[in-house]
């Protein structure tokens, strides 16, 4: 049996509902902010990187805990996306990922993540990207 063949039967398990039980979306930020001089309001453009199957880890990372963000105190949060290999390429720092459906964990939806870093090797059946939550 080729490593090929044990990958693709790992990938395959992995993509079950058992698997990825969630779905969420990732996209990535376009142009400049553009603020509405009347309300003052916000709004970034986006482009669709992925949506589909993922599943989400509490993580440790160095930059989760307390932060400041000028005078402000902050929270940061680890969180882990898992995705299937194939389908989820090109995702990067900054996109983001909102969770649209969590099977065990209501709170998850929509609630959305910065991404912080990529994943990638050879012989691995599930994308693993580190998120950063900012907790207010």
């Known amino acids: 049996m080729s490593i090929e063949t044990v ?3 790992g990938r395959a398990f992995a993509e079950n509902a058992r698997g ?3 779905t969420c979306t ?6 400049e902010p553009v603020t509405n001089p009347l309300t003052g309001e916000v709004t970034q453009g986006m ?4 949506a589909g199957a993922c599943r989400f880890q509490q993580a440790a990372a160095p930059w989760a805990g ?10 940061k949060s680890s ?4 995705l299937p290999v194939v389908g989820s390429e090109g995702i990067t720092k900054d996109d983001v990922c ?3 459906t969590a099977v065990n964990d209501a709170d998850l939806v929509g609630k959305s993540f910065s991404v912080q870093g990529a994943h ?3 012989h691995k059946t599930t994308r693993r990207l580190p998120l950063l939550e900012i907790l207010s």
Do not use: K, S
């Open 20 to 22: 990825f039980p969630d």
């Open 26 to 31: 990732i996209q990535r930020r376009t142009g």
């Open 7 to 9: 990958l693709a039967a």
């Open 66 to 75: 307390p932060g400041e963000v000028g005078e402000a105190a902050i929270g």
């Open 47 to 50: 482009t669709p990187i992925y």
């Open 120 to 122: 990638h090797a050879t």
């Open 98 to 100: 909102t969770c649209v």
């Open 79 to 82: 969180v882990e996306v898992q």
